[in-house]
């Protein structure tokens, strides 16, 4: 009952708006979407951490975010961005631990009954030692538009062959993919069991794999 921040004070500080208003809401096929009232980014805090893993690990997480990306989360895009990104590649594996803690922090914001994503024991109880599920990926990219914000899902866009799914539900457990945007910059940690990622874009623009290292 540590009321950990969802995304830390001092990140909000940095990214310009620690009262940026934002909106939590919930969206099920087949059920109307619910959302809560409007309330700062400050105050997105979950009740599921305890203080020994707020204060220590969670926290070194976070001193680490802000020392290697708190450039790239700022209102103004640095012209260093190509040089900031490359020098964090050999990093991945912290970025990767970072959004996993964040989008499990993050799938505690709603209620317990109202879960879209769900992350096994397994899963959760691995994450302090930064070990994560198999078949997960990291993508980075540039947003030409600036907010805040994040989303949670267990669906994707599948092609199967010559069959196109738009909206292929995975079940709890077997995938998941957590988005988050700090102003310009996006990042994405996803799995997908047996599958080949692949982007769609519409002027070619496409994100940087940052995990895992391609060579390995």
């Not at 990140?11 to 939590?24: F, H, P, Q, S, T």
């Not at 700022?74 to 590649?89: G, N, V, Y």
């Not at 196109?164 to 997908?192: C, E, M, T, W």
């Not at 995990?211 to 390995?216: I, T």
Request: aromatic share 10%; charged share 25%; glycine share 4%.
């Amino acid at each position: 009952d540590s009321k950990e921040h969802i995304f830390a004070l001092s990140l909000c500080k940095r990214a310009g708006d620690v009262n940026y208003a934002v909106i939590a809401g919930l969206s099920v096929e087949g059920k109307e979407n619910v959302t809560r009232n409007r309330h700062p980014i400050q105050a997105l805090k979950v009740r599921r951490v305890c203080k020994p893993c707020n204060k220590l690990w969670m926290s070194e997480l976070e001193t680490w975010f802000l020392s290697r990306l708190g450039f790239l989360i700022e209102p103004q895009w640095p012209q260093q961005a190509l040089t900031l990104i490359e020098e964090l590649k050999p990093e991945r594996n912290r970025l990767a631990h970072w959004l996993m803690k964040t989008a499990v922090t993050f799938s505690h914001t709603t209620l317990e009954s109202e879960h879209p994503v769900e992350f096994s024991y397994s899963v959760t109880q691995r994450i302090k030692d930064g070990i994560l599920p198999a078949n997960c990926w990291v993508d980075l990219a540039y947003s030409k538009s600036k907010t805040f914000g994040a989303t949670l899902t267990r669906c994707f866009r599948v092609k199967n062959g010559e069959r196109y799914n738009p909206s292929l539900l995975l079940p709890n457990g077997d995938g998941f993919k957590f988005i988050v945007q700090f102003n310009h910059l996006l990042l994405r940690i996803a799995q997908a069991p047996e599958a080949d990622v692949i982007c769609q874009s519409q002027h070619g623009e496409i994100p940087v794999r940052l995990y895992p290292d391609r060579k390995s």
